[in-house]
């Protein structure tokens, strides 16, 4: 018999969709729509369960149980005002940051205080096209598991390395150089092209209003040079060039 809303399985799904708190304490997420649950699962990523409107089909090769939702449900519990039709429930895979210790070449994308699941999700997406080695969040980010930033990192966060709760002090105990984004000229500020990113290096992103604080412990800034009259790039933009440089010179 198809699920109506107030069933139990239906009323979890609704909390993982819309409470971080309980994805934290499940250790899981939603996923929406096929195109990533199939990604997903390429990626090896555990998918607990799948629940299907009417007339649609779930997606093969999860080996997970299969929900038929009763009518108008997927509508009362999807994150889009017109939900897909196939919304899976993934396990999150245990990270521990010494998985970065022994790659030489590493370097990293770290997110500080990113509000916007927009931001974030282009960030994983840059950072997993251009190579990094993981991206890291410290507390006061987005969840990185939340539906939107699932859906914005279009499959990237299946396959890149998330590492959740970290703060910068950690990232340098790892022999990491921390290079912060800025959109002002700073003490130890240089051109991103004319850094030095080709080692163990972290890109380290500030919060969209307020960016990284001056009194962040950093080795450098980087700075990207304007020709128009915008004061500063949208966060998720100046990720994308600095990741694209820190491949152009890993890759020399």
């Known amino acids: 018999m ?30 929406e729509g096929a195109t990533l649950i199939d990604e997903a699962i390429r990626a090896g990523w555990r998918i607990e369960s799948q629940f299907v409107a009417p007339g649609a089909v779930a997606c093969s090769g999860a080996g997970s149980a299969v929900n038929d939702l009763a009518a108008g449900v ?28 022994t790659n ?27 190579g990094a080695s993981g991206v890291l969040l410290t507390t006061g980010t987005v969840d990185a598991f939340s539906p939107k930033v699932v859906r914005a990192s279009a499959g990237a966060i299946f396959n890149i390395p998330v590492y959740e709760s970290v703060n910068l002090d950690q990232i340098g105990e790892l022999g990491f150089k921390l290079w912060g984004s800025s959109s002002h ?8 092209a004319q850094a030095d990113l080709s080692g163990r ?52």
């Not at 009323?11 to 899981?28: C, G, H, I, N, T």
């Open 2 to 31: 198809p699920l109506a809303f107030t069933s139990n399985r239906v009323q979890r799904l609704r909390r993982l969709v819309s409470d971080k708190s309980e994805r934290a304490q499940e250790k899981a997420f939603v996923v």
């Open 185 to 192: 000229q700073l003490e130890k500020s240089i051109d991103f």
């Open 201 to 252: 290096v972290a890109i380290v992103l500030g919060n969209e209003s307020h960016g990284l604080s001056l009194n962040t412990n950093l080795d450098g800034w980087l700075t990207i040079a304007h020709a128009g009259r915008s004061e500063s790039l949208n966060v998720a933009m100046a990720a994308t060039l600095l990741c694209f440089e820190a491949k152009r010179q890993h890759d020399k």
């Open 74 to 101: 997927m509508e009362r519990v999807a994150s889009t005002a017109t939900p897909q039709p196939v919304i899976a429930i993934a396990l999150k895979q245990d990270r521990d940051l010494n998985e970065l210790k």
């Open 104 to 130: 030489e070449s590493a370097w990293v994308v770290v997110a500080d205080k990113i509000s916007d699941p927009g931001n974030l999700g282009t960030i994983l997406r840059s950072a997993e096209a251009a």
